[in-house]
């Protein structure tokens, strides 16, 4: 199956783009009901597709178990659209905001409009959550969409198209696939808003693209994004929240758990910890259907390249959960590793690590951590495992990062009502709740002036009314006269 055996033309593009935007012209704001059969129709097609779902992306991964995807993408989609269904009046109803004294007698609000036509470049790793989501919350707003799934995933990318064809017209949802040349046209197109997850890198240049036309951004990038564990704090959930963060997609998530700074008095109870926990996880070490490849031979390469940078330069490597009497045949099949006492001069601690490696750091005292995560870029996430509530608090009020979880891993990513973004190199905006709705909304400000209007006082010529609407509002200043006395008034 082959997602590129119709290349796009550039004048395809603009010409997709023109009708969608004919389209919304003349429509440009659906109603509640129309939204809500739109997202209903949604959430039907991703029902109907989710054999050829899973199966498309198992083999675009090599392996990844039908549960995985089940719960990791087609449960948050549903879970999605069923919230912004359930909230949408409540998100699209108007606000009335406050009226300064002298325009008493007229009323002020802001009205939420459809911004027009949303572009979506969805990433790989989770080829269906990130590009449904990000579709259902652009329709929950009232706009067309166009969509650029990845193109390391050609399968799922070719489902995708030809199920959200048979679901929508054209003018209302458009899947593009190719690659990175693509990619590159379909940022310079002059949406009203343009949603890209990705690396870093790659947010740059699609950022730049967007400038020539001034288009809003929402970027969810990636980061290193760092799990610090509590002194004493080496128990059964800990570890489980960990592995399944660090392990699931095989570590090919962009809120994975990058390092773990853990104490020094803690780090050979982690490592048993970890390993044990891993092959709780996966009896038949990586062979187990339910362990994720990895999504390409250049990441494959990638990832053992970082290990062997990180041996090179003095870390000890572990593989968990790896049984030595049965060897790893599937394809792309990368064991969970450990790197012990992993440091600055090691590209894994640099790069954003993307699959089953997990850096090893061991601190002193909780400000070596704070100061630690606060001499990086800022992460996407960050996760704290403890009950010292003092501790916590100082970990919460002094770093920055996009979210944080307190005694889970990506957890987090589930919750519809938070906001989900990063800042800084992890990225910029949020969508997710109703900062999703508004991200892809345009917050118009009414003021409406009835017939009788203090305002009026305001204009020229100016005179006693005048000075009394200044003093109501400034109050009295203090002047000196020519006789040296001081006097109050204007």
């Known amino acids: 199956m082959n997602a590129f055996a119709e290349p796009i033309h550039p004048s395809q593009l603009e010409a997709l783009f023109n009708q969608q935007r004919q389209a919304f012209l003349s429509q440009p704001a659906p109603d509640i009901s129309k939204r809500k059969a739109q997202l209903a129709m949604l959430r039907s097609a991703v029902l109907a597709f989710r054999d050829e779902i899973e199966t498309a992306i198992s083999a675009d991964f090599g392996n990844r178990s039908r549960h995985e995807t089940g719960i990791m993408e087609l449960a948050g989609v549903v879970q999605a659209i069923d919230y912004l269904s359930r909230k949408l009046r409540r998100f699209m109803k108007r606000q009335r905001r406050h009226v300064g004294l002298f325009y008493r007698a007229g009323q002020a609000y802001v009205e939420y409009q459809p911004k027009g036509i949303i572009g979506v470049m969805a990433p790989w790793n989770y080829p269906i959550s990130l ?19 990845s193109e390391l995933t050609p399968r799922t990318s070719e489902v995708i198209k030809r199920m959200l064809a048979e679901t929508f017209a054209t003018e209302d949802v458009a899947v593009v696939l190719g690659g990175p040349a693509v990619g590159a046209e379909f940022s310079g197109l002059p949406f009203d808003h343009l949603l890209f997850t990705g690396s870093t890198q790659v947010g740059r240049q699609v950022m730049k693209a967007a400038s020539d036309h001034l288009v809003p951004l929402t970027l969810e990038l990636g980061g290193k994004s760092p799990v610090i564990v509590s002194q004493g704090h080496i128990n059964d959930q800990t570890m489980k929240s960990i592995v399944f963060g660090k392990l699931s997609n095989g570590g090919q998530t962009c809120v994975a758990p990058d390092y773990a700074l853990v104490h020094e008095d803690d780090r050979d109870a982690f490592v048993k910890a970890y390993t044990d926990t891993v092959a709780r996880f996966y009896p038949d070490g990586p062979t187990s259907v339910d362990y994720t490849s990895i999504v390409s031979d250049g990441h494959h390469a990638r990832l053992l390249n970082l290990v062997e940078d990180a041996r090179q330069k003095g870390a000890k490597v572990i593989e968990t959960g790896v049984n030595p009497e049965r060897a790893i045949t599937r394809i792309r099949t990368f064991a969970p590793t450990l790197i012990i006492d992993a440091n600055d001069q090691m590209a894994v601690m640099h790069e954003e690590i993307f699959g089953p490696i997990l850096p090893v750091c061991t601190y002193r005292t909780i400000d070596e951590v704070i100061e630690y995560v606060n001499n990086r870029p800022r992460p996407l996430a960050l996760y704290y495992f403890g009950y010292d509530n003092d501790e916590r608090d100082a970990v919460l009020r002094r770093t920055t990062s996009g979210n944080v979880g ?25 969508y997710h709740g109703i900062e999703g709705f508004r991200a892809m909304s345009h917050a118009k400000g009414v003021f409406v002036q009835s017939r009788w209007s203090l305002a009026r006082l305001l204009h020229a010529p100016f005179g006693s009314l005048a000075n009394f609407a200044l003093v109501m509002t400034l109050g009295r200043s203090r002047k000196r006269a020519a006789d040296g006395k001081i006097k109050l008034g204007f």
């Open 406 to 430: 307190v005694n889970n891993a990506i957890m987090h990513v589930a919750q519809d009502d938070l906001p989900f973004g990063g800042i800084g190199p992890s990225g910029m905006g949020a």
């Open 131 to 149: 590009t449904m989501i990000p579709l259902a919350t652009a329709i929950a707003a009232g706009n067309r969409v166009m969509l650029k799934p």
